[in-house]
């Protein structure tokens, strides 16, 4: 897997957005790399620059109500505007080397920040989350993070909203059970640039399995790797086992399951991003055709 090299970066001002900002600082993310900062005003109905067609026929009333509804459109961008701006200079001040820029777009705030990253050709977006009180999260509409994770092509990044922050060396599970998709995964984590002494533990969800060639990648990555076996629900198990090591993250892989068809299947990632007290990665591995 090829380094990241573009970064997408979701930033509303809120204490979520504030963690996955803080977050960066343990992704394993090179000194050197292309993150663009967005924030998107919630235009559903309305953009600053609708107008009525000149040749239809309104009401004065109706016509009336387009200009109110305007002057809101371009306050709420204007807004988002001064927020990823904000965003973008704490970003500049903790990753000099990185290159740094910022935007505004007005849509519903989900899929403008899918939209975005499918046009930048992201390689990761990084987002805040709330925990979620079920597996699975907030179904369709419910959650920004849960929709941006079910619909991106790009792997994404949920830092969990809390103001605690791990000290010591950065610990990584990766959950494994021997698809390409827990492939990918650990490919992810060995083509990151970590700290010293940073750990990885490869949390094997089915029996029979050896890790020769997966943990001989992270090692050559310079991790200190560890492997355990654990029996159960893929979701719980990787839960439960960041929790018992008080990881910082887990990353998993996920097929690429979209909208209805993914909510139906149900899905281990997105239980895991839904759960998890730490930040959670998901590995996109390639599109599968419905």
Avoid at 101 to 123: H, M, N, Y
Wanted: charged residues 25%; hydrophobic residues 45%; contains cysteine.
């Amino acid at each position: 897997m090829k380094q990241i090299s573009k970064v997408l970066i979701a930033y509303d001002g809120s204490t979520c957005s504030d963690a996955a900002l803080r977050d960066l600082k343990r992704a394993g993310l090179p000194e050197h790399l292309e993150a663009v900062v967005i924030s998107v005003a919630a235009l559903v109905f309305l953009s600053p620059d609708d107008r009525l067609p000149d040749d239809e026929v309104v009401s004065p009333a109706a016509a009336a109500m387009v200009s109110p509804l305007q002057q809101e459109a371009r306050a709420a961008l204007k807004h988002a505007h001064a927020i990823a701006q904000q965003g973008a200079d704490r970003v500049k001040r903790e990753f000099p080397g990185w290159t740094v820029s910022f935007r505004a777009e007005g849509d519903s705030p989900a899929w403008g920040v899918i939209k975005t990253a499918t046009r930048l050709q992201s390689d990761l977006i990084v987002a805040g989350a709330h925990r979620h009180s079920s597996l699975g999260g907030r179904l369709i509409m419910g959650s920004v993070s849960q929709r941006v994770l079910y619909e991106a092509d790009c792997p994404v990044r949920l830092a969990r909203c809390s103001n605690r922050q791990r000290e010591g060396p950065i610990r990584i599970i990766v959950g494994f059970d021997g698809a390409a998709e827990s492939d990918a995964a650990v490919d992810a984590v060995a083509s990151r640039v970590w700290p010293a002494e940073t750990e990885a533990r490869v949390v094997i969800v089915r029996d029979a399995m050896t890790l020769g060639e997966q943990l001989e990648k992270l090692r050559t990555s310079g991790l200190k790797t560890s492997e355990v076996i654990k029996h159960g629900d893929p979701a719980h198990v990787l839960l439960h086992a960041a929790e018992e090591w008080d990881a910082d993250s887990i990353f998993v892989g996920s097929r690429d399951l979209h909208g209805f068809r993914h909510l139906l299947q149900g899905s281990v990632a997105s239980a895991i991003a839904a759960q998890a007290q730490c930040s959670v990665e998901v590995v996109r591995h390639a599109r599968i055709a419905a």
